[in-house]
Nanobody, 125 residues
Framework: VQLQACGGGLVQAGGFLSLSCAAS????????MGWFRQAPGEARECVAA???????YYTDSVKGRFTISRDSAKKTVFLQMNSLKPEDTAVYYC????????????????????WGQGTEVTVSS
């Protein structure tokens, strides 16, 4: 599976961006998909994840502002980011796994074996 993320850019605080990640290769309908971000000097963290069953994970700092969704027919996962803050500035990566993940590990980078290239999000104050 190859993942291609896009949609990053520069936006003012309070604005919004929509990221998308298209998968190619084998079907990803059963995959758990996640969005991660990494700011300079920081560890990579999971922003949101979505199981094929619909179960979701959001890191506390984005709850109520970000929404993860998927279009399985188009093999695409989305991240709608609203009310953006300067601290959301980072390189955002999409990731996927064919493995079943229990909820407690959905946010762990090591749980995912497929990664897209990053797309940069910059939020100005």
């Amino acid at each position: 599976v190859q993942l291609q993320a896009c949609g990053g850019g520069l936006v003012q605080a309070g604005g919004f961006l929509s990221l998308s990640c298209a998968a190619s290769g084998r079907s990803f309908s059963g995959y758990t998909m996640g969005w991660f971000r990494q700011a300079p000097g920081e560890a990579r963290e999971c922003v949101a994840a979505l199981k094929s069953s619909g179960g979701t994970y959001y890191t506390d700092s984005v709850k109520g502002r970000f929404t993860i969704s998927r279009d399985s027919a188009k093999k695409t996962v989305f991240l709608q980011m609203n009310s953006l803050k300067p601290e959301d500035t980072a390189v955002y990566y999409c990731a996927g796994t064919a493995r079943y993940l229990i909820s407690s590990i959905m946010g762990l980078p090591d749980a995912y074996e497929y990664w897209g290239q990053g797309t940069e999000v910059t939020v100005s104050s």
